[in-house]
């Protein structure tokens, strides 16, 4: 009886962490009320506050705990001493997998990017890449390695060209007519795409 209780626990809990999800990328964090997420869990209020205290608590749980590991894997590939171009391809695979994993990230980010940019930016406060990989830009190109280019343009480029298919999925599949099968196919595909673009652009000539 225990261990069917701890089973039903964790079912819900995790029903209430996707539902969670769910509201929150909708609505975004301050429109986002907890009957919101109870009635989209399938609960009622008591229960949600049972097994979560406040709305603040579930959003530090569900979202916070996603751009941690957004971050983690972000400070993981840039600051490391790996060559630019290897970790231009690491960086895309495993964001790729990544969002895969937690497809509501990308619409949050860009919702709250603009709602409430403040709580983005202090949950990936502990962010280390910036400063390592700008040094990285500039050596290369003073060395007549790269193209020269700001680092916005360098995050926008490769961030962009990674999370635009997963905020684009349910139209492009729409418009285009592919299955779920072949918008998996895609991604796949998308890393090896995405940095043959983003190298060729940057190297001057191809790196060995």
């Known amino acids: 009886m225990a261990e069917q209780h701890t089973i039903e626990v964790q079912s819900t809990e995790e029903r209430i962490k996707e539902a969670a999800a769910r509201v929150f990328v909708k609505k975004g964090y301050a429109a986002t009320k907890t009957r919101d997420i109870a009635d989209e869990a399938g609960i009622n209020i008591a229960s949600l506050h049972y097994y979560y205290r406040s709305k603040d608590k579930l959003f530090q749980i569900v979202i916070g705990e996603a751009l941690k590991k957004f971050s983690k894997v972000l400070d ?10 290897v970790k231009i391809k690491t960086f895309v695979s ?3 997998d990544f969002f895969k994993d937690n497809p509501f990230v990308p619409l949050f980010i860009l919702s709250e990017s603009q709602n409430n940019p403040e709580k983005v930016e202090q949950m990936l406060a502990d962010q280390k890449t910036v400063d390592k990989l700008k040094e990285q830009l500039d050596g290369l190109a003073d060395k007549g390695v790269i193209r020269r280019m700001h680092i916005a343009h360098f995050m926008m480029n490769v961030v962009g060209m990674t999370v635009f298919p997963f905020v684009s999925k349910p139209l492009m599949m729409r418009k285009l007519k ?7 196919e895609l991604l796949e595909e998308r890393k090896k795409i995405v940095p ?3 190298i060729r652009y940057l190297y001057l000539e191809p790196p060995g």
């Open 178 to 184: 592919l299955s779920p099968e072949e918008y998996k």
């Open 76 to 85: 993981e590939t840039f600051n490391s001493d790996r060559p630019l171009d």
């Open 196 to 198: 043959d673009i983003l």
């Open 94 to 96: 495993k964001f790729i």
